[in-house]
């Protein structure tokens, strides 16, 4: 197999390197910059060009870090490397790596809805393809994303009618510059935390189009008499920036609002359908469209989507099974 799992992650051992490692190694390749995937403390890291400054602003800035414009190869170790969009969040890569006539791609995090704040996906052909199937049942199935744009905006319009402040959560990379993306700003000024604040500058220098917003502060956000809008990570729910500011109204974005919506929000009033993942029919075109003989799933609902494409005649399986003794 050209590519193993070890307890430090997937590992090409032709070409001496890790992609998304679980822990530090000598050489990570790293599909985008959410933690779960970029961790902290390897000798060298190569990313897509577009991807680098979060990445750097994750790990920080003596990180060592490289980078590729996307679809530019580079060989490691007789290993042909090449990064290719996928859609998730900003710089979020498909890794296509080519050996001795072989062909993989691991998609990372992917989605195939059109997204304003990222390069959309691009279907790589492979031999062997490592997808996501965080959303892996046939009941995922997202709704429009323009449609969920006019409801969010709807919501914010008639929350100020009524003098209450909207607090929108989402993920602080990617979803909250999604969430923004799609915000009407004449309706009313837009505040952000500090979380997401940070990251929008990174989206700036790739010329992503984002409204003005301000930086909020709880002191800041009180003087508005009412009808603002406040995009805020769902950590931040209870901190100080939701407290003695007047009234206000919350909503979760998520794609688990699809079927677990109530008990998903906790004690948010409001839930929209938004997900950076791909949902069923993205998965399951996703994968067709490479023309992989092999997929390997990992991240969630495996065994039915396996079984599925088992039925299409593509030979699919979890990840795991790729597990064996690390040799690091």
């Avoid at 498909?94 to 062909?103: C, L, T």
Wanted: with cysteine; proline share 5%; hydrophobic share 35%.
């Amino acid at each position: 197999m050209l590519l193993q799992l070890d307890r430090f992650g997937l590992r090409c051992e032709a070409g001496g390197f890790y992609i998304d490692p679980s822990k530090a190694v000598d050489r990570a390749l790293i599909t985008h910059a959410h933690a779960d995937h970029a961790r902290s403390g390897c000798r060298q890291y190569l990313c897509a060009s577009s991807g680098a400054g979060l990445l750097r602003q994750r790990l920080g800035r003596n990180a060592p870090i490289e980078s590729l414009d996307y679809r530019r190869s580079r060989t490691i170790n007789g290993v042909l490397v090449s990064f290719h969009p996928a859609g998730h969040v900003l710089g979020s890569s498909q890794i296509r790596i080519e050996y001795r006539g072989e062909v993989w791609v691991v998609s990372g995090d992917y989605k195939l809805e059109a997204d304003p704040t990222c390069a959309g996906f691009e279907v790589v052909p492979c031999h062997t393809f490592v997808s996501e199937c965080t959303f892996g049942l046939p009941v995922y199935r997202w709704p429009n994303s323009e449609t969920v744009s006019r409801q969010i905006n709807e919501w914010w319009r008639q929350n100020r009618r009524e003098g209450r402040h909207s607090f929108l959560y989402g993920y602080s990379l990617g979803k909250a510059q999604r969430l923004l993306a799609g915000l009407d700003p004449d309706i009313g000024p837009i505040y952000v935390h500090p979380a997401v604040s940070d990251l929008m500058p990174y989206y700036r220098d790739e010329g992503i189009r984002l409204p003005e917003v301000t930086r909020v502060s709880k002191d800041l956000l009180r003087l508005e008499r009412h009808g603002a809008m406040l995009v805020l990570p769902p950590a931040a729910s209870g901190s100080k920036y939701v407290r003695d500011v007047g009234p206000i109204s919350s909503a979760f974005a998520s794609g688990w609002n699809l079927i677990r919506g109530a008990k998903r929000r906790g004690q948010m009033g409001r839930g929209f359908v938004v997900s950076d993942h791909a949902d069923w029919p993205g998965l399951t075109k996703a994968i067709h469209g490479t023309g992989a003989e092999r997929v390997f799933l990992t991240h969630g609902n495996t065994r039915p989507l396996a079984r599925w494409l088992g039925e299409k005649g593509i030979e699919a399986q979890s990840l795991d099974v790729l597990s064996r003794p690390s040799s690091v």
